[in-house]
């Protein structure tokens, strides 16, 4: 083991789970938008990544991700805003972590606590 082998695993494990998002989410958006070609994402991805990978798993990070394309909102809107930066921020985050499927809606929405 080299002096600064724990540094660079830990910096391959970071960028594997930022691609990882990256092509999960863009597979996600491929279901709701066949002919995207998919988003990258901007230079303030990566911080923010790290941050949210410190509070949270990559499953819940999925898991947001599958229920911010199943909100109604963003289904009407052709989830025109629903980008990998806006899955990062706080409120999103909590938004959909907090959303259940509302069974007695007929739309099949989701409700927020």
């Not at 941050?51 to 911010?68: D, H, S």
């Not at 199943?70 to 972590?97: M, V």
Request: charged residues 25%; contains cysteine.
């Amino acid at each position: 083991m080299n002096l600064f082998g724990q540094t660079e695993q830990k910096i391959f494990q970071q960028t594997d789970l930022s691609k990882q998002l990256v092509v999960e989410f863009n597979n996600i958006r491929k279901i709701h938008l066949p002919k995207s070609r998919g988003i990258k994402p901007t230079t303030d991805f990566k911080p923010r990544l790290k941050q949210v990978l410190k509070i949270y798993t990559f499953a819940e990070l999925r898991v947001i991700i599958n229920n911010c394309f199943a909100d109604t909102f963003h289904a009407e809107h052709r989830w025109k805003w629903i980008t990998i930066e806006y899955i990062l921020r706080e409120k999103t985050i909590q938004r959909f972590t907090d959303a259940e499927i509302n069974s007695d809606n007929d739309e099949g929405g989701y409700t927020y606590n």
